[in-house]
């Protein structure tokens, strides 16, 4: 692979914050506002804590996620970043049991104001899963479907290609796009499912472990993808892998498990800074540990 | 060398004992011999029947009126026709009610709610209600009644009632089989849908209900096939014997099995061969019926 594995060294606009000028080999329509907006916060979570039945899972935490910019969730098992993750699009709502405590702002409209729709939540903030989920239909329909849900207007066939361009699938797809997505392989699917996302053009991508099943040349296609995405779209990552963490993301948040009393623990949010930092001279001890590999 | 080995093995590995082999082999035998029962009480069954009636099998069997009188011209022509009427009716009502109820259990009720809970009881327990208590119901409630259905006068039978009770009967299993078949798609699937902003009513009747169709077709047809094959239910609303006309739908009605029921009580020798013709017509709508579900089961059946 050709990506760089020292991603710390490799110094990102993203990182060196908001003046970094956008790339001007992109295919881009919206790197100028991109660019203007870098520095702009997306999500505001303030004092945000999600329980399951009254149970906690992550407390305390409060960040500014920035529009155009890759944010890692890294942390051991528990420490409640996935759970983190699916309250920044409701996902959490399917979840009876789930409350979510403090404020989540989007563009500082709060998301679990009463009169949000979390359905109207959910067409601006895509979301890409653990393990790879197409629909049981062809290529092509499982592409068309979020379009068409939405009413979206337009020749459906632009769409679809539209999307499985910006997946850089469409090369390996064009030909096949009416047989079944279950016949592909299982890092296609995924991007299959990023492609899914694409199409109904949201302006957040929230990626919950993207690679946690795929091989390491699937694992490759995919961060390479995002990194494409990131000048259109602000992503969010969870991953048990520190070297993605590093190398795809701009500003990394470290999670750990808090014992509170004897048989209890809550995720806490222990450090935020640029991936840089984290990954080199993280403020906090545990940080260090963890991502040295002394723990998790 | 390998004598030494093969000697080393035979002492940490001990042979079975002759004992040990023959609980086994008598277990086994067991298993074959209780097996072999049921096969062969269902094969001398289907071999007098067959007998029997066969030499009755006929067009004309088919399309003439089953007749006390003359039972050398008797037919079936109006008790099948009503047994096919009775379960197109039936399927009219049991899949929306049906389908919708599991999609409620499944996609929508709290089960921490107690009331959703007492409905959940309430629907495993009614699968195995004696059906002649179906047919009190049907009679009480449908037939006469809130309901009232009726045809000629007041508490006439009909076969639309018949067909609601019918449907009464079977429905808990349609939506236990339904609500199997939505458990069945994965939540990743609903997921996916709802994340790409879909709204959960678009979620089922877009995704959920098509990944669940073969398996609650599969269910539906299996519980039509139960519900045709039933006879107490319709004597107690009202169902006819040696019905000399087609039934309609708010008039007097047969199905197959109440004239078998009802040639079986004949005097006459003839009549029980009657029957076992009739036996054979109905078995083949089963075995038809039956095929059908397990071709839909094995053809369209999502693998996740």
């Given at each position: 692979?050709e990506?760089?594995?020292s991603?710390?060294?490799?110094?990102?606009?993203?990182?060196?914050?908001?003046?970094?000028?956008p790339?001007l080999d992109e295919r881009?329509?919206?790197?100028?506002d991109?660019a203007?907006?870098?520095?702009?916060?997306?999500?505001?979570?303030?004092?945000?804590s999600v329980?399951?039945?009254?149970?906690?899972?992550v407390e305390?935490?409060?960040?500014?996620?920035r529009?155009?910019?890759?944010?890692a969730f890294i942390?051991?098992?528990?420490?409640?970043?996935?759970?983190?993750i699916?309250?920044?699009?409701?996902m959490?709502?399917?979840?009876?049991?789930?409350?979510v405590?403090?404020?989540v702002?989007?563009?500082?409209?709060?998301?679990?104001a009463d009169?949000i729709?979390?359905v109207?939540?959910?067409?601006?903030?895509g979301?890409v899963?653990?393990?790879?989920?197409?629909?049981?239909k062809?290529i092509?329909?499982?592409?068309?479907?979020g379009?068409?849900?939405?009413?979206?207007k337009?020749?459906m066939?632009e769409?679809?290609?539209?999307?499985?361009?910006k997946?850089a699938?469409w090369?390996?797809?064009k030909d096949?796009?009416?047989?079944?997505?279950?016949?592909m392989s299982g890092g296609q699917?995924q991007?299959l499912?990023?492609?899914r996302?694409?199409?109904?053009?949201p302006?957040?991508?929230?990626?919950d472990e993207?690679?946690s099943a795929?091989?390491p040349?699937s694992?490759g296609?995919?961060e390479?993808?995002?990194l494409?995405?990131?000048?259109?779209y602000?992503?969010v990552?969870?991953t048990h892998?520190m070297?993605?963490?590093?190398?795809v993301?701009?500003r990394t948040a470290?999670?750990?498990?808090?014992?509170v009393e004897e048989g209890?623990?809550?995720?806490?949010?222990v450090?935020?800074a640029p991936?840089e930092?984290?990954?080199?001279?993280?403020?906090d001890?545990?940080?260090?540990e963890?991502?040295?590999g002394?723990?998790? | 060398?390998s004598v030494?080995e093969?000697a080393?093995t035979?002492k940490?590995?001990?042979?079975?004992?002759?004992g040990?082999?023959?609980?086994e082999l008598?277990f086994r035998?067991m298993?074959?011999l209780?097996m072999?029962?049921?096969?062969?009480f269902?094969g001398?069954?289907?071999?007098?029947v067959?007998?029997?009636?066969?030499?009755?099998?006929?067009l004309?069997?088919?399309?003439s009126?089953?007749?006390?009188l003359?039972?050398a011209t008797s037919g079936i022509?109006s008790?099948?026709?009503?047994t096919?009427?009775?379960m197109a009716l039936?399927?009219?009502f049991?899949?929306?009610v049906?389908?919708?109820?599991?999609v409620?259990l499944?996609?929508?009720?709290d089960?921490?709610r107690?009331?959703?809970r007492?409905?959940?009881?309430n629907?495993?327990n009614?699968?195995?209600?004696?059906?002649?208590?179906?047919?009190?119901l049907?009679?009480?409630f449908?037939?006469?009644?809130p309901?009232?259905?009726?045809?000629?006068?007041v508490g006439?039978?009909t076969?639309?009632?018949g067909?609601l009770?019918l449907?009464l009967?079977?429905?808990?299993?349609v939506?236990?089989?339904s609500?199997?078949a939505?458990r069945a798609?994965?939540?990743?699937?609903r997921e996916?849908?709802?994340?790409?902003g879909?709204?959960?009513?678009?979620?089922?009747?877009?995704?959920?209900?098509?990944?669940a169709?073969?398996?609650?077709a599969?269910?539906?047809i299996?519980a039509?096939?139960r519900a045709?094959?039933e006879t107490?239910?319709?004597?107690?609303?009202g169902a006819?014997a040696?019905?000399?006309?087609?039934?309609t739908l708010?008039?007097?009605?047969s199905a197959?099995p109440i004239?078998i029921?009802n040639?079986?009580g004949?005097?006459?020798?003839?009549?029980?061969d009657?029957?076992a013709?009739?036996?054979?017509?109905?078995?083949?709508?089963?075995?038809l019926m039956?095929s059908?579900?397990?071709?839909l089961?094995?053809r369209?059946?999502?693998?996740?």
């Amino acid at each position: 692979m050709e990506r760089t594995t020292s991603a710390p060294d490799d110094t990102r606009p993203g990182v060196s914050a908001s003046a970094g000028l956008p790339k001007l080999d992109e295919r881009d329509d919206r790197a100028g506002d991109a660019a203007g907006a870098a520095a702009a916060a997306i999500f505001t979570l303030d004092d945000v804590s999600v329980a399951y039945g009254g149970v906690p899972a992550v407390e305390d935490v409060t960040f500014a996620l920035r529009q155009n910019e890759i944010t890692a969730f890294i942390g051991p098992s528990g420490c409640g970043k996935s759970t983190l993750i699916r309250c920044l699009n409701r996902m959490n709502d399917l979840i009876p049991s789930a409350t979510v405590a403090g404020k989540v702002l989007y563009h500082d409209q709060d998301l679990y104001a009463d009169d949000i729709d979390p359905v109207q939540v959910r067409k601006r903030i895509g979301m890409v899963f653990q393990k790879p989920n197409p629909f049981p239909k062809s290529i092509f329909e499982n592409i068309a479907f979020g379009p068409r849900v939405l009413g979206m207007k337009g020749d459906m066939n632009e769409i679809v290609e539209g999307a499985l361009r910006k997946a850089a699938l469409w090369d390996e797809v064009k030909d096949r796009l009416k047989t079944n997505a279950f016949g592909m392989s299982g890092g296609q699917q995924q991007r299959l499912c990023i492609a899914r996302t694409m199409a109904i053009e949201p302006e957040v991508i929230l990626m919950d472990e993207p690679c946690s099943a795929l091989d390491p040349i699937s694992t490759g296609a995919i961060e390479d993808l995002m990194l494409d995405l990131k000048v259109n779209y602000s992503i969010v990552i969870v991953t048990h892998n520190m070297q993605q963490a590093a190398r795809v993301s701009d500003r990394t948040a470290f999670f750990n498990v808090d014992k509170v009393e004897e048989g209890k623990r809550v995720g806490k949010l222990v450090e935020f800074a640029p991936t840089e930092k984290i990954f080199t001279k993280p403020d906090d001890t545990r940080t260090e540990e963890y991502v040295t590999g002394k723990f998790g | 060398m390998s004598v030494a080995e093969s000697a080393i093995t035979r002492k940490v590995v001990e042979r079975a004992t002759s004992g040990e082999r023959i609980r086994e082999l008598l277990f086994r035998a067991m298993l074959l011999l209780c097996m072999l029962v049921t096969v062969a009480f269902l094969g001398v069954l289907l071999v007098d029947v067959a007998v029997d009636g066969v030499g009755f099998l006929s067009l004309e069997f088919i399309t003439s009126f089953p007749s006390r009188l003359d039972p050398a011209t008797s037919g079936i022509q109006s008790a099948l026709i009503g047994t096919l009427y009775l379960m197109a009716l039936c399927a009219l009502f049991i899949v929306p009610v049906g389908v919708a109820s599991a999609v409620y259990l499944e996609e929508y009720a709290d089960n921490d709610r107690w009331y959703n809970r007492l409905v959940e009881v309430n629907i495993q327990n009614l699968a195995s209600v004696p059906s002649v208590v179906y047919g009190i119901l049907g009679l009480a409630f449908i037939v006469r009644g809130p309901i009232e259905i009726y045809g000629l006068g007041v508490g006439q039978p009909t076969l639309l009632a018949g067909a609601l009770t019918l449907g009464l009967l079977v429905l808990p299993v349609v939506i236990i089989v339904s609500r199997e078949a939505i458990r069945a798609v994965p939540p990743s699937i609903r997921e996916a849908s709802l994340a790409l902003g879909a709204t959960p009513w678009q979620t089922i009747w877009k995704q959920v209900l098509p990944g669940a169709l073969p398996g609650v077709a599969t269910g539906v047809i299996l519980a039509l096939s139960r519900a045709i094959g039933e006879t107490a239910p319709l004597i107690l609303v009202g169902a006819a014997a040696f019905q000399r006309f087609n039934p309609t739908l708010d008039g007097q009605f047969s199905a197959l099995p109440i004239q078998i029921f009802n040639n079986v009580g004949e005097p006459e020798a003839i009549f029980r061969d009657l029957a076992a013709a009739t036996i054979i017509v109905l078995l083949i709508i089963l075995l038809l019926m039956n095929s059908v579900a397990i071709v839909l089961r094995n053809r369209y059946e999502q693998k996740w």
